[in-house]
């Protein structure tokens, strides 16, 4: 059973630029939860989709966003981008919202110049 | 607020040693706790997981101890080998009624460095 996929695997993006990363949960998995990490803040939750409806939210301002379509892939989007959204975003998909043990992707590496 | 840079805590080992990690947790109403290894590259794993009504539960090589009257966590890997090399995350998840129900909290990570 082929692992949590995300794309691209690396960006770089300038400053006030905007960009969607994807998402593709284990086959049968219906929740997916997007994390930022940075050598800074560490791991930090974004948000959790479940069924095409966002059911837990970290603390990030409103330029972060995303969805979920019905075949449980997911997307985020961060616009206006900054430097300090240089990070690794991290997706990880769980079978049911709330699940406890969620499988992590390799990540997408953002670099904002 | 001026951002810090997190010094992650690191450990030194030789092949063949157990490896004893630990991690402080915050909230006393989580009620589940996982284990997770993030090689360079890689996104985390799962290692092992407790529940807030165990204090031990063992898995191949490794084993998880909790101590709840002082929120604590531990790793514990037995005769450690060079791939287990990688920063190793404790998670925590709040309990029902709480604030932080389901979402998962992450420490700050340690790195273990395993030497042939």
């Known amino acids: 059973k082929a692992g949590v996929t995300q794309t691209p695997r690396y960006l770089i993006k300038t400053r006030g630029q905007q960009v969607t990363l994807s998402c593709s949960p284990i086959s049968g998995h219906r929740s997916v939860s997007w994390y930022q990490q940075t050598p800074g803040q560490g791991l930090q939750f974004l948000f959790e989709y479940f069924s095409e409806t966002q059911r837990n939210k970290g603390n990030f301002p409103g330029r972060f966003s995303g969805r979920q379509f019905s075949n449980s892939r997911s997307e985020m989007n961060v616009s206006t981008l900054e430097l300090g959204d240089s990070a690794l975003y991290l997706c990880?998909?769980?079978?049911?919202?709330?699940?406890?043990?969620?499988?992590f992707g390799a990540g997408t590496r953002l670099s904002v110049l | 607020g001026e951002s810090v840079g997190l010094h992650l805590p690191t450990l030194s080992v030789q092949e063949g040693d157990n490896s004893i990690i630990n991690c402080a947790y915050s909230n006393s109403a989580s009620d589940y706790f996982i284990w997770y290894k993030q090689e360079s590259g890689k996104g985390p794993q799962f290692i092992i997981d407790?529940?807030?009504?165990?204090d031990k539960r063992q898995g191949q090589r490794v084993t998880v101890l909790l101590n709840k009257t002082v929120k604590h966590l531990s790793l514990q890997i037995a005769a450690t080998q060079p791939g287990d090399s990688a920063v190793y995350f404790c998670a925590e998840k709040g309990g029902a009624g709480g604030t932080s129900y389901g979402k998962l909290t992450f420490g700050q990570g340690t790195i273990l460095t395993v030497h042939p």
């Open positions: 990880a998909s769980s079978l049911i919202v709330d699940a406890d043990i969620q499988y």
């Open positions: 407790i529940r807030s009504n165990m």
